[in-house]
Nanobody, 121 residues
């Protein structure tokens, strides 16, 4: 099973930017779609974005479309989430996961430990 470690979270003012990273170790996630999800306090975890195995296809939740960009560097076993024009409602713990199949992570999938993003108004 692949181990995933997120980094890059922090505190930022509204309108600012952050770049999250998700690094794979153990086994790579090459050949697999990888996704970002988030969970705000008191809310269920929700899908944010996913990228296919090659990086040629991406898909975003409507709430982040046009502001967030997911990408991957398979040579580095790392997936990124560039977050621009951040809003207070983007405040959440962000998780990466693989594989993502049909927008969901199967039971055998791997999740990272999460990285916290706080956007102040």
């Amino acid at each position: 099973q692949v181990q995933l470690v997120e980094s890059g979270g922090g505190l930022v003012q509204a309108g600012g930017s952050l770049r999250l990273s998700c690094a794979a170790s153990g086994r790579t996630f090459n050949g697999k779609a990888v996704g970002w999800f988030r969970q705000a306090p008191g809310k269920e975890r929700e899908f944010v974005a996913r990228v296919n195995w090659s990086g040629s296809a991406t898909y975003y939740a409507d709430s982040v479309k046009g502001r967030f960009t997911i990408s991957r560097d398979n040579a580095k076993n790392t997936v990124y989430l560039q977050m621009n024009s951040l809003k207070p409602e983007d405040t959440a713990d962000y998780y990466c996961a693989a594989p993502v199949i049909g927008g969901r992570v199967p039971d055998f999938g791997s999740w990272g430990q999460g990285t916290q993003v706080t956007v102040s108004s």
